[in-house]
């Protein structure tokens, strides 16, 4: 087999730091899809090499032409620098020198929109995604958000059927500030679905996503969210597969794929972009976990309305009822 | 039934793969029930709760792939069961592997079709210039879908085209037919001997659909934006396609067609076609007739009559302006008197609902010495329609443009807009409504249905009042079109719709019933 030789278009930024900090590392191929392929590094880590538009945390969007499938495969050995990716059986380099860097954390630094316009976001969002196809957990959209979109009966699925009453209970919970209790329904959450990043760890990352920007939008305010994304990622460790406990670590840490960092920037920060544009790309993912991730971004910002508005009486000194903030759950 | 597990360590499909499979297994005969998924903790509470769990369950981790089954042996193995979930398996790499490919950047386009000649860009306007750039730079002929591109990036690309002998049409070009191909917005039409440059891409449709009609086939299409005649692009395009047209063998007459150019471009243009071997018909709507007859070309007065004269002059006949009917003058006088006699003495006013902007055009140049017809792009600026007096008057839209478009897809796509202003600009007032059912690729699949059912609940509407309305319609497509032009026609008629062969016509009758109501109830301009 000739050598297949790439130029990488786009480099996540934290991959940049991770190949700076580790010269020469020896990653293998963890697992290998005809538009992206795996590579295992620190024994739990993956990077990821896709030939799509959307590039994740420790992504690399290359210029392949063909299925990574026709010269890599599981096992397979790459030596990482910064400026290249050299498989050591020789079938195959990515030039990483003109790589535009992808910055994974930028909206973190943005101004936040008023409450009453995510909260009109979110609602557009809803309607739309009640009249996409139903897969995976979407048969379950009119019962979580309470709205009874569609006169189509929902084509429900084993799976959704299996999990309804734990997502409601889970999504009520965090509604309800009671973080214990949440994270203990996550148990029930965390690597249930098919494929190889399962449906609830898709709904789970866009909660986790939510929560640490809403924690970041407001320090202080919410201190029991860093602990509590860290749990869940920790126990994805254990509980889902390798690809999707590394998607659960950077979502906790604010971290998601392009595609889902450009909704989240629609839906919380100002943005030039079509919001129903944005959605529709995320929808494209995988089979259902596009529309699995958008079901827990409805949910979640349904969270960050209630959570944000509870602050804004605060600051107004019109409320009338004092939440008390639960203790930070310990591991 | 037995239930059984299959177990691949270490394995990853993406749910899509696993949710196809899963189906087609389930279908398999003496499969009762069927799981597959990854061996997580949950997953595997799940196939227990379905009965499904065997003592191999144990040694599953999340990274392992599982497919249990309940099964009967007497008719199928579990074997044949995995033998069947390998061959789907394989069968959805390969089409993974080529059919499903979806480049992710020109470059990697170019490296999967080696041979590519051309490229379609259609992204958002700001990002439109570089990626052509990429495209003229790696050697490619440009079709530019998109809008919103600025004016100094068109003029710049346009000039790197022309350096390097490329098209770049657009930016805003909805029509094509290069090679018999069809691109954007055009219809199935026969391959022949006349090429065609527009500037606009309903008129160049309409020209096309007429030359099929006339039994008469196109060479080449070739679009060039809006702005191309304008003098700050100066008529590149246009050039750059008719110097093609006059070297190409396979083209034996060209029509140019486009709104009235900036008089130097037109200049540039008349002197090609002073020069030019072949004949050229030309259809500026509107356009300055003695100068393009001083040019040698054949001036035109509506889009089909450039069909028609380039049909008579490729084969030789003699011609003249095309000003009449198909039908015979009296068959469409009894038309005109049937139809003005459904109307009461108030129904005065027009309603012209077009999806095409240049057959609105057309139809209001037609129009425009016998009416006052206010529109959202006007003949002049007084008749906008921001200044309609009272909400009364003529009205004729494009509803293509972008105040109707913005959100929501174009009306030859999409009917709802057109839809939605039947019902909200058609009244107890109206006597003609006049329409265009534009057929072909790109188009919605029944226009002439979505017609058909507003003008049928139209006509409910009003006949509550004891009215009625006329409605008059020509159809832009052939019988190749995968909406069928037939098809089309029947579905209007059958809704009381009067169907003409062309823009040109339909707006000839609509001017005759409104001719024939002005007689009865005075002057309505």
Known sequence: MSNKEMNAITAADDLLEFLENHPSFVARVHSVFPHAVNLLVLEEALITLTNQDDITPMGLRVDCGTSFAEFLKAGDEIVLDIDRFAAINGFFTVNLRNAEVWETRSILILDALPAETVSQTRFSLMRWLAKQPVQGLLPLLPRLTRQLMSSKPANDNLYSRHIADDLEAFMQAINSSDWKPALHLADRLIGFGMGSTPACDDFLAAYMVVLRITNELNPGRFPWIREFNDIIASKANKRTTLISANMLRHAAEGRVSLDQQQLLQACFFKSDKDLILLAEKVLRHGASSGGDFLLGLVCALKWYQIAITEISKEGDKTWVEYKRLQPVPTL | ?525
């Open chain 2, 1 to 525: 039934m037995t239930i059984h597990t299959s177990i691949k360590k270490n394995a990853y499909y993406d749910s899509v793969t696993l949710m196809l499979l899963s189906r087609q297994l389930q279908e398999l005969a003496g499969v009762e029930d069927v799981l597959v998924g990854m061996g997580t903790e949950l997953n595997l509470d799940l196939a227990r709760d379905l009965g499904l769990a065997t003592g191999e369950f144990d040694t599953l981790t999340p990274n392992d792939l599982f497919i249990a089954a309940k099964i009967d042996e007497a008719q199928i193995s579990m074997k044949a069961v995995e033998d069947a979930f390998n061959e789907y398996l394989n069968k959805s790499a390969e089409s993974d592997s080529d059919e499903d490919y979806q480049p992710p950047s020109l470059s990697s386009a170019i490296q999967a079709l080696p041979g590519a000649n051309m490229v379609l860009v259609s992204v958002p306007g700001q990002y439109a210039a570089a990626e052509v750039e990429d495209a003229l730079d790696a050697g490619l002929h440009v079709m530019l879908f998109s809008d919103n591109v600025p004016v100094e990036d068109e003029l710049r690309l346009k000039q790197k085209a022309v350096e390097k002998g490329l098209l770049m049409m657009g930016p805003d070009c909805g029509t094509a037919i290069i090679n018999g191909v069809p691109l954007c917005f055009a219809n199935a039409v026969r391959r022949g001997k006349i090429g065609v440059v527009g500037a606009s891409g309903t008129g160049t449709q309409e020209v096309t659909v007429q030359i099929h009609k006339l039994g008469e086939g196109l060479s080449q299409v070739i679009g060039t934006g809006g702005r191309d005649l304008k003098a700050q692009i100066g008529g590149l395009m246009m050039i750059q396609g008719f110097e093609s047209l006059i070297a190409d063998p396979e083209t034996e007459l060209i029509v140019l067609i486009s709104k009235p150019p900036d008089p130097s471009v037109a200049e540039k243009i008349y002197q090609i076609a002073k020069s030019s071997p072949k004949p050229v018909v030309i259809d500026f709507i509107g356009g300055d007739r003695a100068a393009i007859e001083a040019a040698g070309a054949i001036p035109c007065i509506s889009l089909e009559d450039a069909a028609q004269k380039a049909v008579k002059v490729l084969r030789g006949q003699e011609y003249e302006d095309f000003t009449g009917f198909s039908l015979p003058e009296e068959q469409i006088e009894q038309i005109v008197e049937k139809e003005a006699a459904k109307l009461k003495d108030d129904q005065t006013e027009l309603r012209a609902l077009f999806t095409g902007g240049t057959l609105a055009d057309e139809a209001m140049k037609l129009l425009g010495d016998h009416y006052d017809i206010y529109s959202n792009i006007p003949l002049s600026p007084e008749m906008a329609i921001e200044n309609l007096p009272e909400g009364r008057g003529h009205i004729c839209l494009d509803l293509g443009e972008d105040e109707f478009t913005r959100g929501r897809p174009h009306p030859m796509i999409d009917p709802q807009t057109r839809t939605e202003f039947f019902e909200s600009h058609v009244d107890e007032k109206t006597a003609v409504i006049l329409v265009d059912v534009v057929l072909g690729f790109g188009s919605y699949k029944d226009p002439a249905g979505a017609v058909a059912d507003s003008v049928r609940e139209i006509r409910q509407r009003l006949s509550n009042q004891d009215r009625d309305v006329v409605v008059i319609a020509s159809v832009c497509g052939t019988e190749l079109d995968r909406q069928d032009l037939n098809k089309s026609i029947t579905t209007l008629e059958a809704a009381g719709i009067i169907v003409l062969p062309s823009n040109a016509q339909a707006v000839r009758l609509t001017d005759k019933v409104m001719q024939r109501i002005k007689k009865g109830a005075g002057d309505v301009r």
